[in-house]
């Protein structure tokens, strides 16, 4: 494994079955040092999959989303945290306890940081108003970022519009990671608040999380080197 990878950009591997996943990072080989692996995958293929890209040195985040009893929470992040994966998020609209309990666990494994998850970027202010929140997406972000702080995690999850705000929130040491990369003229892929890798590394994101740009790409290498590359 290349070490000069970057590993700020993350390459989501949100695929049915672990064939295609593998095959994308065999084709991306040493330009890619970190895969996001979500429910889907981690549901078709199971844990092997993490091993196996923990074990060839590249780093793995586990978007898990927990959302349960703090128990549940921190029993699921010890086992991320087993598998060797550098990320995994808790649902911060779950509250403090869970937070707490995601933290607690994680001391176990000090590779392993907690990221909380904002406001999934794909929802909007109506989305917020028909679960019976009055704040606007920008607001509900900064005010759980506070919480995640408050509980220990080592960084949030939310949109590319938003990791400026993060950024002057939460200072300088906490990860700020952005789903909703696209480059341009690219699908959303379901994010309604997207934005471009570029725009959200300036305005303060510590890693951006792309999916479609470069797994659809025709020359998934050179979009990923596009990305690198700063435009």
Not at 96 to 108: K, N
Not at 205 to 219: E, I, K, M, N, Q
């Amino acid at each position: 494994m290349n070490n000069a990878a970057d590993h700020r950009t993350i390459v989501a591997l949100d695929f049915a079955d672990r064939t295609e996943a593998e095959a994308l990072v065999a084709r991306l080989g040493d330009a890619c040092g970190s895969y996001k692996i979500g429910l889907e995958l981690l549901t078709a293929a199971g844990p092997g999959l993490v091993r196996e890209l923990v074990g060839q040195g590249r780093e793995v985040f586990l978007d898990l989303k927990l959302f349960e009893i703090p128990n549940s929470v921190a029993g699921a992040v010890r086992a991320a945290g087993a598998l060797g994966a550098s990320m995994v998020t808790v649902h911060s609209m779950g509250g403090t306890g869970i937070m707490a309990a995601a933290v607690g666990a994680a001391r176990e494994f000090p590779r392993l940081k907690v990221l909380a998850l904002t406001v999934v970027t794909s929802m909007t202010g109506g989305d917020l108003a028909d679960i019976g929140i009055a704040a606007s997406t920008d607001e509900q972000v900064l005010r759980l970022a506070r919480l995640a702080a408050e509980a220990g995690c080592d960084g949030v999850t939310a949109a590319p519009g938003e990791a400026g705000a993060l950024r002057a929130l939460l200072g300088p040491e906490r990860l700020i990671v952005t789903p909703g990369v696209t480059l341009p003229g690219g699908e959303s892929g379901g994010h309604a608040r997207a934005g471009t890798p570029w725009a959200a590394f300036a305005a303060g994101a510590s890693h951006v999380v792309v999916g479609r740009s470069v797994t659809r790409a025709a020359d998934p290498v050179a979009a990923l080197r596009r990305i690198a590359a700063g435009g």
